[in-house]
């Protein structure tokens, strides 16, 4: 089993900052890459940003300059750090890591963590 967990959501004024984290546990060989996507009330779920291996990273149009994402290989775990929020950012933001185990490989979600822009 793999459980990705997710933390640092909540409630912002905009221009404000929140810092996710997502952890991933269980039976892991290795971790390829991980990202955030979000999805917002009525919308499709959409890439936030997402890092390799490697440490290269992709961000949407809509947060370049304002998020950074980063990663602790050792720790199985990624950040997301979101700047000058905006109300547009109010989502639930998920987390995503693709995954090789012993059996395979796999994209593996987390629950999700909302995240609330509002004056």
């Known amino acids: 089993q793999v459980q990705l967990v997710e933390s640092g959501g909540g409630s912002v004024q905009p221009g404000g900052s929140l810092r996710l984290s997502c952890v991933a546990s269980g039976r892991i060989e290795s971790i390829n890459a991980m990202g955030w996507y979000r999805q917002a009330p009525g919308k499709q779920r959409e890439l936030v940003a997402n890092?390799?291996?490697?440490?290269?990273?992709n961000y949407a149009d809509s947060v370049k300059d304002r998020f950074t994402i980063s990663r602790d290989s050792a720790k199985n775990t990624v950040y997301l750090q979101m700047n000058s929020l905006k109300p547009e950012d109010t989502a639930v933001y998920y987390c995503i890591a693709d995954i090789t185990r012993w059996g395979g490989r796999a994209d593996y979600w987390g629950q999700g963590t909302q995240v609330t822009v509002v004056s």
């Open positions: 890092i390799r291996s490697s440490g290269s990273a």
